[in-house]
Structure formats: structure tokens, C-alpha cells
């Protein structure tokens, strides 16, 4: 069975920076059908971004400009870099294989101010 796993979350300052990792467990995995999203305490899950195809990468407005994603397709894992972080920002990060409809089990994120 095919899993994604999501790693790098941590408590971090405001203005710092984390990158994430999402991983998935069979070659099969395609970094132009996945997606980055979150999820913060009581709100619904939002997508953050997407590489649509190479040299091709959209963003929600909230972290354009702060997130960048990318990922190697060979070492199955698309990565989530995230700069000049905010509380708001808090979350947990999700990716998605848009194709299958698969999640990974989620990484938190904390930003304190």
C-alpha cells in the first residue's frame, strides 16, 4: 500500500524558517499530481501549492512570496521550503496525491510570535 509521509515540522520563531518533506513510500509517485495544504486549529484545510508542471509552481496568496516548493521524483519527495514564517502560519502541513486522493499523516508546524 502506497504511503505519504510528511516530515520537518517543528516549533519555530517568527521570521524563521522549516523546510518540510513529503515522502512516498512507491515509485510511483509523480511530483506534478501532488499538493501541498494545511490545516489550523478550527478552521477547514487549505491548499498551499503545486508544481503543475516543470518550471510551473502556483501558491495560495497567503504564502506567496515566503513558501517554494520542489522535489526530485527519483528520491520520491517533494519539499515544502518556508521563509519568513508567521503565527498564523501554524498548522498542520498536509501533501496530497491529487490523482488518488491519498494523504500523508500530516506535520505540525508552530510559529510563536
Known amino acids: 500500500q502506497v504511503q505519504l509521509v510528511e516530515s520537518g515540522g517543528a516549533l519555530v520563531q517568527s521570521g524563521g524558517s522549516l523546510r518540510l518533506s513529503c515522502t512516498a513510500s512507491?515509485?510511483?509517485?509523480?511530483?506534478?499530481?501532488m499538493g501541498w495544504y494545511r490545516q489550523a486549529p478550527g478552521k477547514q484545510r487549505e491548499w498551499v501549492g503545486a508544481?503543475?508542471?516543470?518550471?510551473?509552481?502556483n501558491y495560495a496568496d497567503s504564502v506567496k512570496g515566503r513558501f517554494t516548493i520542489s522535489g526530485d521524483n527519483a528520491k520520491h519527495t517533494m519539499y515544502l521550503q518556508m521563509n519568513s514564517l508567521k503565527p498564523e502560519d501554524t498548522a498542520v502541513y498536509y501533501c496530497?496525491?491529487?490523482?488518488?486522493?491519498?494523504w500523508g499523516q500530516g506535520t505540525q508546524v508552530t510559529v510563536s510570535s
Open positions: 496530497k496525491d491529487v490523482r488518488t486522493g491519498l
Open positions: 508544481m503543475a508542471y516543470p518550471g510551473s509552481t
Open positions: 512507491e515509485s510511483i509517485f509523480n511530483l506534478y499530481t
